[in-house]
């Protein structure tokens, strides 16, 4: 086996500017809503991460226990010409209280060298308020804030690498459950970025199938594609084990990667303590895996040392980074495009009582123009959105055609319901039908009924009139019984159509501003004027049905011809009864008259005798059509007039002033910055998607380079 000494590492023409454009991303905060290309260097705990860590960047990072391995240490390589500088940071876990993520983010430190790393990472998990760190006897062992280190200058490397703290299997008395816990989470939300290349170290004297990395790697990355193997610590292996390591690193053991695995030799104690360099490293390494027992396990010089890990893992960036950039220019346009809409969401900035102004008369245009097209029908006019929400019930958006279907309902359940004795058939099982559906309040009668109910009202209702006439109060009496429902069920109308209205002012202001604050403040106002025009159209109904209650009163000359029907209905039910009776009777029941007078003076004989007139049951009679006729005609002024000067008028004619800029114009400039003034929380907000939208508009140019 070969070994090459001069090595670049990650670097090379073809990844430097993908790397360079990934590493300006996560200058840019891009990292923090895209998931983007990165090595995670993820194992058991003292499985030798720190020394793969080291010999991946060939940079001295500190391998003290206690310090990195207690908290994700992100470090971030930027290649310049130069000189070189270290700066160390904290990011809060999004979960922290806000007053732990603003001490946390307000650590920031510049080292003079690598020297000084220990020392700030002991700083840092101090004030994370780590257990063990600077006298902290009580708090977390391990937690889920990262410390990032990024590293600029001649490093010939632009890379993110993540050191995770060590997989524990069980509790023990210094690692609580806890502990375990936190840990797991904490490696879960690496490994399961689809983009992260998973760097799995093995430890080769324990049981590879069962090491925790290995499972989660099966987990999270089922189809192997971006998992490689290394194995550690080879040296401290039993002697006779050898074959099983190496058939473990030619990927031929029962544990198989996709990827495969590398085999390395980690760094013992005392060449650590001697501080050998990378260089010295290499060639150490190199000749152990020369001699015996290794030279004999006929492994392939491209799977064994961290150079040609290095090698490797060059071209697996290459290609990782090659097949996920599209998908990350895919994600950056998509985020793009949402944050201009929730800009859009936020509306104009409006730092002054003008900038109020204007805002509030743009929402209070949209709503007038929405409501006049939606009261004239046009529905395709204007922002037809808005009247093609499938999510509103019944399309309560399109008001007139509402409006339509609430008048037609009205009437129709008037014409059939209205009447508070209602007739129906004397058969027993239409009887029993029509009482299960009739209406509370109201009676089933038969025609005989009908007629027993007039008589009685009749008796009672009498005055000086002669015998066969009726009381002019009579007809007055059995209307307002018979209309007697017509106002519960006009006021039920009017509360249908007011909650139909309040659910379109609702939806027309969802639609023209998603700001909570504006939506519930003018929300406020408008159900006030709502509530108003609900009172007018009470008052205006209550004077309508006192009208009712008055002495019928009709100029309609449709009275005149339905009753004037009626009784020419009686008169011939009459006079074909006596004809009857008298062709049975006086002409055995052939009748024949011819066309003499002594024939006709018979056939009027026969009938006179048999035509004899009830008085009183004419007058009711006459009553009774009466009824008829006058309910026929009120009831349909009584509709027309609910739909007109009731709704229209009081209901749906105001709607469009109700929010309008003359309304607008009219507010006091306390009451415009109640409505319309940003929050605070709304103002930082802006700010924020603002320099997110401007880092992301640069991130995508900067990635079609």
């Not at 904290?90 to 209280?97: D, E, R, T």
């Not at 062992?141 to 990262?146: P, R």
């Not at 998509?334 to 201009?340: A, V």
Request: glycine share 6%; proline share 3%.
């Amino acid at each position: 086996m070969g070994f090459i000494e001069d090595l670049s590492g990650l670097q090379s023409g073809r990844s430097t500017v993908r790397l360079e454009q990934i590493a300006e991303l996560r200058a840019q905060g891009i990292g923090d809503h895209v998931d983007l290309p990165q090595l995670v260097v993820c194992g058991d705990q003292s499985a030798g991460k720190s020394s793969i860590l080291e010999g991946i960047t060939s940079l001295p990072f500190p391998r003290q226990e206690g310090l990195c391995t207690k908290f994700p240490t992100e470090i971030i390589l930027r290649h310049s010409e130069g000189n070189q500088t270290i700066q160390a940071s904290i990011l809060p876990v999004a979960s922290c209280a806000e007053q732990t993520k603003v001490k946390l983010q307000s650590y920031r430190r510049y080292l003079e060298s690598f020297k000084k790393l220990p020392e700030s990472i002991a700083t840092a998990g101090s004030l994370m308020g780590l257990r063990g760190f600077e006298g902290i006897d009580d708090g977390p062992a391990f937690l889920q804030d990262t410390l990032r280190i990024e590293v600029t200058g001649p490093v010939g490397l632009h890379l993110t690498v993540v050191d995770l703290p060590g997989l524990i299997s069980v509790a023990n008395e210094e690692q609580t459950e806890e502990d375990v816990h936190v840990i797991q989470t904490m490696v879960d939300s690496y490994l399961q970025n689809p983009r992260t290349i998973i760097l799995a170290v093995v430890q080769a004297s324990n049981d590879i199938a069962n090491q925790g990395v290995i499972q989660k790697s099966r987990q999270f990355d089922p189809a192997g594609e971006r998992t490689v193997g290394i194995i550690t610590k080879p040296d401290l292996i039993n002697q006779g084990t050898e074959k099983r390591i190496a058939r473990l690193a030619k990927n031929e053991d029962t544990t198989k990667l996709k990827l495969g695995f590398f085999l390395v030799r980690n760094p013992t104690p005392s060449e650590l303590v001697s501080a050998i360099s990378s260089k010295q490293h290499r060639a150490i390494e190199d000749q152990y895996f020369r001699s015996s027992p290794w030279k004999e396990q006929a492994l392939s010089a491209d799977r064994v040392g961290i150079a040609s890990l290095q090698r490797y893992l060059q071209g697996l960036l290459d290609q990782h980074i090659e097949r996920e950039l599209p998908k990350v220019r895919d994600e950056i346009r998509q985020l793009i495009k949402r944050t201009e809409e929730n800009i859009t969401a936020l509306g104009d900035e409006r730092p002054t009582t003008g900038h109020h102004r204007s805002f509030l008369s743009r929402l209070a245009m949209r709503f007038h123009n929405l409501t006049l097209s939606a009261l004239d029908g046009h529905y395709s006019h204007g922002d037809t959105t808005f009247y093609d929400d499938a999510s509103v019930e019944h399309h309560s958006t399109r008001l007139r055609a509402l409006a339509h279907r609430l008048n037609t309902e009205f009437s129709t359940y008037m014409k059939d319901n209205g009447q508070k004795r209602k007739l129906v058939e004397s058969t027993s099982g239409a009887r029993k039908e029509s009482e299960e559906s009739a209406e509370e309040g109201q009676i089933l009668v038969t025609e005989r009924e009908m007629k027993d109910w007039v008589k009685e009202v009749y008796v009672i209702s009498r005055g000086k009139e002669l015998p066969g006439n009726y009381n002019h109060a009579l007809t007055s009496e059995l209307f307002h019984i018979q209309a007697s429902r017509w106002e519960t069920i006009a006021n039920e109308h009017l509360g249908a159509f007011s909650d139909a209205i309040e659910n379109f002012v609702e939806s027309a202001l969802s639609h023209i501003t998603p700001d909570a604050h504006i939506h519930s403040k003018l929300g406020g106002r408008l159900r006030h004027a709502l509530l108003k025009n609900k009172r007018e159209a009470e008052a205006e109904l209550s004077r309508l049905c006192e009208d009712e209650r008055q002495q019928p009163m009709t100029y309609n000359h449709y009275y005149t011809v339905n009753v004037q029907s009626a009784r020419q209905d009686s008169t011939w039910k009459l006079v074909k009864k006596a004809m009857n009776e008298a062709s049975v009777q006086d002409w055995n029941g052939k009748l024949h008259i011819s066309n003499n007078s002594i024939d006709a003076e018979k056939l009027l004989a026969s009938l006179q005798k048999r035509i004899i007139v009830d008085m009183d049951a004419q007058a009711c009679m006459e009553a009774l059509a009466g009824l008829s006729a006058y309910y026929k005609g009120a009831l349909k002024t009584f509709v027309d007039n609910v739909c007109r000067q009731v709704i229209e008028r009081h209901l749906l004619n105001p709607l469009p002033q109700i929010f309008c800029p003359e309304e607008v114009a009219a507010m006091g400039d306390n009451e415009l910055h109640d409505i319309a003034a940003e929050s605070l929380k709304d103002m930082a907000l802006r700010k924020k998607l603002k320099d997110m939208h401007g880092n992301l508009q640069r991130s995508l140019l900067n990635l079609r380079k």
